[in-house]
């Protein structure tokens, strides 16, 4: 992968201004409030028009512009996949650089701490739907409690079982059948659409920013950081964090393409997003109820595999600007990433 | 080898335990278990909402206890209890009834694999077909891998319904080129696939099938790729050569058995994922398989159907694993 000659400027400049271009038609969308172009009001008289001068990509079976109605659905896709994205980003890199760094026994936590949050954790899961949110808080508010309490016994994390195995356990159905079954658990929202993309997303980063974390740790100005006596924190913060960035920058492109793929093909099967709602995916799927007009496909297609294009072209480059060691296990991230 | 096997089908067992039980209590602690029968309007006098409510709740079991015991009042409600009465059931093998149309979701699985797994299979049987000689030229000559790799890429990031309706819109619609039938298996009603005409079905399934391969070779040739070439500088590679074997035969003999763990744990992966494409693919085909009934009870929020359905999945992916790490050991000692 090294030997690669670097990628044409031109190239990057495009995916760029394609991206720029999207966020430019979210803005608009949200500032014209066009994002339910009310699927209410028919224009009996355009009904799935072909390409022409007025339309550009031809109208669909409810008489919409295809053109307004994805640039409209671009709001939703950033508005719900960009931050989930990001969340998992963030989520499996402090994840894994906490297993990494502190790997099984490295952290130590009061014993009163686990008591009350197993105790929590069990109550809320086998007590009814009203109080699983005062259980939850009970059991934050009690472990903070608990750590000030006079018992000092204490018990090593396994913190490196727990994320690997929270990340196997997320991974043994595949994404897109864990994902369908996290959107049927609550009613269509956009906030609960965000938690099931983030909360399926994360494992591969987690992985990554893990072995980092691991190799990273063994070096000797790591030794050296301990020796002067800098906190964990510190360490992790100031010293790991920035030599991992390179690789982690990588994998967010990465968890953007896996989020606006997942979100897509939820809405295009109807599920996730409150149906009136835009969302290419939607679009996609209205595209069936009129078999011969090829331009719905095609526009949103169009679309969808510009945006992963590009997303792709700025993660390869952004990987060759890492470490040669970080290409390999991006590489490999990238394959393992498929629904 | 057999107590450590025997170690790891208990291990699958449990995992598969837990992940059932963890979907069933959270579906259940977030409300999604208590179907929402009626909306507003449809609400009219309040005795008669209650009435209903009642009446199913009573169907669906749901005034009984969620669990053994309540925390905080301590209280033990003893055995009859939702998830006692859900356990015994999946034990047996039934999995309760749809929220939809109360027809048991074990039999409703069972017609839809009958559609799925001649899809799911012939694409896998495929995708492994195509991956292993791909795997072995690309491995022979660097320039094909270099040209692979990025298309191998953009296919993997793109989902998996642009594939599909890209060939759809290609290969099916009136306006290119009317090759292949656009939906449906092409015999009356949904009894699954009659094997006399194969012919008919097998023109059927060949979009289907031809979008799950496309997706699915990538995941497969290229790791295969990697550990080929990783094989390729070793020094007995050398001394095949030198010995007088020819190109093929060190590829065919020598190089690949050493290469081949790699391609069955990657295939095993690609076991349930395949079956999860088949997700979207019949959907976008209209194909009345187990993707689709998954995908139906998601949108309607048909929880025991989708509980089953991801017990089915998980188990097949367990099995998978364990297929797969038994022939492992077996081509490879080191590794058992």
Known sequence: ??????????????????????????????????????????????????????????????????????????????????????????????????????????????????????????????????????????????ATAAHYLPLRATWPLPLDR???AAGAFTASVPRLVLALLLAALHAPSKPW?????????????????????????????????????????????????????????????????????LQTTLSFLGIGLPPDELDWGRTLADARLEPSAWWLTVGGLFFLTCTMAALHLLS???????????????????????? | MVRRLALRLAGALATAWLIASTCFLLSRALGAGAPQLLNDEQTGAFDHYTAAETQFRQRLGLQQPLFYFRLLPWRWHGTPNQYHSWLTEALHGRLGASFRDGAAVETSLRTALRVTLPLTGSALLLTAGLALPLALGMARRPQWYRRFVPVAYLLDSLPLFVVGMLLLTLLASPDFWPLFPAYGLGTEGAEGIFWGNWLNTAYYLALPVAALVLVSVPALALPLTEALRAQQRQAYVATARAKGASARRVAWHHLLPNALPVFITRL???????????VVIEVVFALPGMGRLLAEAAAARDLPVLIGGVLLIALSRLLAWLVADTINALIDPRLA
């Open chain 2, 268 to 278: 095993s992966d690609l076991v349930p994922g395949v079956v999860a494409g088949s």
């Open chain 1, 193 to 261: 659409l965000l938690a099931v993309l983030a909360g399926t997303c994360w494992p591969p980063t987690a992985r990554l920013s893990r072995t980092l974390v691991a190799q990273l740790r063994r070096q000797p100005y790591i030794e050296a950081g301990r020796a002067a006596g800098f906190s964990d924190w510190r360490i992790l913060w100031r010293h790991l964090l920035p030599n991992a960035k390179p690789a982690l920058r990588a994998s967010l492109p990465l968890n953007l393409t896996v989020c606006f793929g």
């Open chain 1, 162 to 164: 727990l994320v690997l």
């Open chain 1, 316 to 339: 390869a480059t952004d990987s060759r600007n890492g470490t040669p060691h970080s290409t390999l296990k991006t590489a490999d991230q990238r394959v393992t990433n498929k629904d």
């Open chain 1, 1 to 142: 992968m090294a030997a690669l000659p670097s990628r044409p400027l031109l190239l990057r400049g495009l995916a760029w201004a394609w991206l720029g271009g999207l966020v430019l038609a979210a803005l608009w969308a949200w500032q014209t409030g066009s994002a339910q172009p009310a699927a209410t009001q028919l224009d009996l008289s355009q009904l799935s028009l072909p390409p022409s001068a007025r339309h550009w990509l031809g109208t669909d079976p409810f008489g919409r512009d295809v053109l307004a109605v994805l640039l409209a659905g671009t709001r939703n896709l950033l508005a719900v996949s960009l931050p989930a994205a990001l969340v998992a980003t963030a989520l499996g890199a402090s994840l894994g650089a906490a297993a990494g760094y502190w790997g099984n026994r490295g952290l130590r936590v009061r014993r009163a701490a686990v008591v009350v949050i197993m105790f929590s954790v069990v109550g809320a899961l086998v007590t009814g739907p009203q109080l699983l949110p005062r259980w939850l808080l009970a059991g934050a508010l009690g």
